[in-house]
């Protein structure tokens, strides 16, 4: 199977803009969470997308937010971006039948700069 | 909410020697703690996970261990190699659905 995919890799914007990050799950996949990785704060948890629903959600302003479709794949948006979003953003799959935790598989990250 | 924390920060060993890396987490309900390892501009990958119906698990020269009593868990590789050099990042779940808290990560350096 082909593994989680990110697109873009990397990115530069400037401080007040927007963007949007995709990803791809891993085929028959359902559940896709987001994460920040800093080299201060490391690996934050963002959100967590099942079906297409919110199932869960990290300790991050409202200028983050996400959506995910019904094939399972996932974005995410900033808007009125901070330099202190520059991070590298990922995202995990997993099969998630329930409740229970599965497996996640990282990506490999989409790198954002903000100038 | 869960919490977790890791040690060492930095860790250096000799090829050919063993390494260990502890965390703790403070949510007594977590069953599910994972160990990923990430290289230099990769994805954190999973090299091998727990559930809290075992207390230790082993794969090759990986092995995890865990206390549920004092809940901590711990990385333990034996036989270091170069290609072992990395970061590792334990995790442990929190709340409900796949979300997880990872601890701050541990720098491993195998001298050869």
């Known amino acids: 199977k082909a593994g989680v995919t990110q697109t873009p890799r990397y990115l530069i914007k400037t401080r007040g803009q927007q963007v949007t990050l995709s990803c791809s799950p891993i085929s028959g996949h359902r559940s896709v969470s987001w994460y920040q990785q800093t080299p201060g704060q490391g690996l934050q948890f963002l959100f967590e997308?099942?079906?297409?629903?919110?199932?869960n959600k990290g300790n991050f302003p409202g200028r983050f937010s996400g959506r995910q479709f019904s094939n399972s794949r996932s974005e995410m948006n900033v808007s009125t971006l901070e330099l202190g979003d520059s991070a590298l953003y990922l995202c995990a799959s997993s099969f998630s039948t329930g409740n229970n935790q599965e497996t996640q598989y990282f990506g490999p990250g989409t790198r954002l700069l903000v100038l | 909410g869960e919490n977790v924390e890791q040690h060492p920060s930095t860790l250096s060993v000799q090829e050919g020697d063993s390494a260990v890396i502890k965390c703790t987490y403070s949510?007594?309900?977590?069953?599910?703690f994972p160990w990923y390892k990430q290289e230099l501009g990769k994805r954190p990958q999973l090299i091998i996970d727990?559930?809290?119906?075992?207390g230790e698990k082993k794969d090759q020269r990986i092995a995890v261990t865990l206390n549920k009593t004092a809940k901590h868990f711990s990385l333990h590789i034996t036989e270091t190699q170069p290609e072992d050099s990395a970061v590792y990042f334990c995790?442990?779940?929190?709340?409900?659905?796949?979300?997880?808290?990872f601890g701050a990560g541990t720098i491993l350096r195998v001298k050869s």
């Open positions: 949510d007594s309900a977590s069953n599910y």
């Open positions: 995790a442990a779940p929190s709340g409900y659905g796949n979300k997880l808290v």
């Open positions: 997308y099942f079906s297409e629903t919110q199932r």
């Open positions: 727990i559930r809290s119906n075992v």
